[in-house]
T-cell receptor
């Protein structure tokens, strides 16, 4: 396993369209996180899963955003009716668990979304 | 609400110089602190993770310290190289039952000149 992977790496869409991103975590990791990062800023937390359960969601995750992790493995993040303000890098991370060194987060390469 | 600040926002040094990057946070009830490196347009690479009970961690030329009581962490880079040029981010995880989200600073962009 070479790490966290994300697909696609780049997405250009028109305002109002729906987009879906996929994240495949490191295989034995049961925690998966989604963050959003805009230019010059640090990543902002969106949501995280432990196995298939979505345990926390940020206020940033409006009702146009939905995330799933149906079998506790890969996750998808969907944005409906995209707006120009959704343009950002969407980052996925995973970790082994909650305690000790297992809490270290490993990030994927990100999906760059551009909304025209 | 946890706030994380990294100063300076940008730093330029000549090759070979030792340097310190700073990270401060407002809520000392943290679970851990993690330092990352980010190259332009790329994802984040984990550098060091410090648990709340630890004072420092070392990896190669990197040394990270943590002082929870003062809400500060530093990342020391020894003998800097041009390949160290990147943005360095710190992230703190709050102490709670879920210990889920991390709060990031906006990073320090480091340029090491040959």
């Amino acid at each position: 396993d070479t790490g966290v992977s994300q697909d696609p790496r780049h997405k250009i869409t028109k305002r109002g369209q729906n987009v879906t991103f996929r994240c495949d975590p490191i295989s034995e990791h049961n925690r998966l996180y989604w963050y959003r990062q805009t230019l010059g800023q640090g990543p902002e937390f969106l949501t995280y899963f432990q196995n298939e359960a979505q345990l926390e969601k940020s206020r940033l995750l409006s009702d146009r955003f939905s995330a799933e992790r149906p079998k506790g493995s890969f996750s998808t993040l969907e944005i409906q009716r995209t707006e120009q303000g959704d343009s950002a890098m969407y980052l996925c991370a995973s970790s082994l668990g909650a305690g000790g060194p297992g809490n270290e987060q490993f990030f994927g390469p990100g999906t760059r979304l551009t909304v025209l | 609400k946890q706030e994380v600040t990294q100063i300076p926002a940008a730093l330029s040094v000549p090759e070979g110089e030792n340097l310190v990057l700073n990270c401060s946070f407002t809520d000392s009830a943290i679970y851990n602190l993690q330092w990352f490196r980010q190259d332009p347009g790329k994802g984040l690479t984990s550098l060091l993770l410090i648990q709340s009970s630890q004072r420092e961690q070392t990896s190669g030329r990197l040394n990270a310290s943590l002082d929870k009581s003062s809400g500060r962490s530093t990342l020391y880079i020894a003998a800097s190289q041009p390949g160290d040029s990147a943005t360095y981010l710190c992230a703190v995880r709050r102490l709670n039952t879920n210990a889920g989200k991390s709060t990031f600073g906006d990073g320090t962009t480091l340029t090491v000149k040959p």
